[in-house]
Every structure is written in C-alpha cells, then in structure tokens.
C-alpha cells in the first residue's frame, strides 16, 4: 500500500474485554513496530518484527500485550483483559531493514484505544 | 542511559517569528538523530535526519537541525514559522541495540496570529 494502515482507527471497548489491533506495513517493509502513545505523553516503544521475528519482547508492558506477524506483511497487536492505564494511542511503523538509520520509518495514524 | 530529552512541553510563537526547538541527547557514540512531527489527528512524519556528514540538516518544510557533539544536542530551527507548522514535535534517536526509535517527551508548538 501507499503507508502504513491501521484499523480500527478508534475503539472503545469495556474494562476486561480483549482486543486487536491490526498493522499493515509498507509493502516491501520487513521492519514493523508498535509503539503506544498515552494522552500527552511521548511515544513508548512496545516491539519490532524483522520478517516474522520479534526478537526482543521487554518492551510488552505485560503478559496481557501479544504481538505477531505473518507472511512478512499483516501484525496483529492483541490486548488481554484490557485496563483504564491501556488507554492510549498505539501506532505503528514499517521500514525496509530494522536499525539501518539510512532507512526512513514510517507511521501510521494510530489507533485509538479507550478502555471504559 | 542513552536518551534524548525535550526541555520544553510546550512553546508559543508569533507567525513570522523564528523558531527554535531544544532536544538533548546522551549516548556513547556518535548517535542517529531524527526529528519528526505529530499533526492533529495524523501519524508522526519525519522531518530530517542525522548520522554523519555534514552537521547542518535540512529537512522538509523549512526546517533545518544542527548537531553540536560540544553541546549534546540537536535543535530544530525555522527562520520564520506559519500557522500550519502548530503540531507536536518529537526529538528521537536509533537505538542500535533495540534496532527501533527511541523518542524524547515531545514538544507542542503553537503559533500566535
């Protein structure tokens, strides 16, 4: 695709329910991130996939955040038994090799999570 | 730690009126800088880059950044800012360990007319 899409682009959802959020990169992309923006504050940085590897997790704020990512395209971010304190933007971001600063990463418009 | 840091959470200026963005870094070799902006309601865009080479950047927009080793830092200026540029700005290095951005606390800009 032209840049990187998410959906939902807004979701609320009740206090222990779970959700999903969807990435698709840049075509040609192997380098995928999700980064989670609370209100006002700076962005966090959750994973990154190389190909359909995440090789470092310790970014997860905990066993209730799963991520994966299939045929080098689509990721899926999945919240358990979401919380208030998950409300937040979660963005995501595509490039064509991870760590090569001479590659631009691209964002997407976010999606919006709010837990009720 | 490595780390880049936003002194400030929010500045106004006039339209016109120059513009200078503060960001701080602290890292052990020469570090992979980027700035990018966040607009109402759109994704972060990248702005300019830094890795080596010549120290002034020029970016999109009218934007240029300048490193300075002395100073640890990489501040975003505008010689003359228009109302459109009102966003949040984010200062940001790459983490070669981590293989990913790490982002300051971001500034938001608002512009006066």
């Known amino acids: 695709g032209a840049g990187v899409s998410q959906s939902p682009s807004n979701k609320v959802t009740e206090k222990g329910k779970d959700v999903e959020l969807r990435c698709d990169p840049i075509?040609?992309?192997?380098?995928l991130y999700w980064y989670r923006q609370r209100l006002g504050q700076g962005l966090e940085f959750l994973i990154y996939?190389?190909?359909?590897?995440?090789?470092?997790k310790s970014g997860l704020p905990s066993d209730r955040f799963s991520a994966e990512r299939t045929g080098e395209s689509v990721s899926t971010l999945t919240i358990q038994r979401t919380q208030q304190e998950d409300s937040a933007v979660y963005l995501c971001?595509?490039?064509?090799?991870?760590?090569?600063?001479?590659?631009?990463?691209?964002f997407g418009e976010g999606s919006w999570l709010t837990v009720v | 730690a490595q780390s880049v840091t936003q002194p400030d959470i929010h500045i106004t200026v006039s339209e016109g009126a120059s513009l200078e963005l503060r960001c701080n870094y602290s890292?052990?070799?020469?570090?992979?800088l980027f700035w990018y902006v966040q607009s109402p309601g759109q994704g972060l865009q990248l702005l300019l880059k830094?890795?080596?080479?010549?120290?002034l950047v020029q970016g999109i927009k009218g934007f240029e950044a300048e490193f300075k080793r002395s100073q640890s830092s990489f501040n975003l200026r505008k010689p003359s800012v228009h109302w459109s540029d009102a966003a949040e700005y984010f200062c940001?290095?790459?983490?070669?360990?981590?293989?990913?951005?790490?982002f300051g606390s971001g500034t938001r800009l608002q512009v006066q007319p």
């Open positions: 971001a595509s490039s064509l090799i991870a760590g090569d600063a001479g590659n631009t990463i691209y």
């Open positions: 075509s040609g992309h192997t380098a």
């Open positions: 996939f190389q190909g359909n590897s995440a090789p470092d």
């Open positions: 890292y052990g070799a020469t570090p992979y």
């Open positions: 830094y890795f080596s080479g010549d120290t």
């Open positions: 940001a290095f790459l983490d070669t360990g981590r293989r990913a951005l790490t």
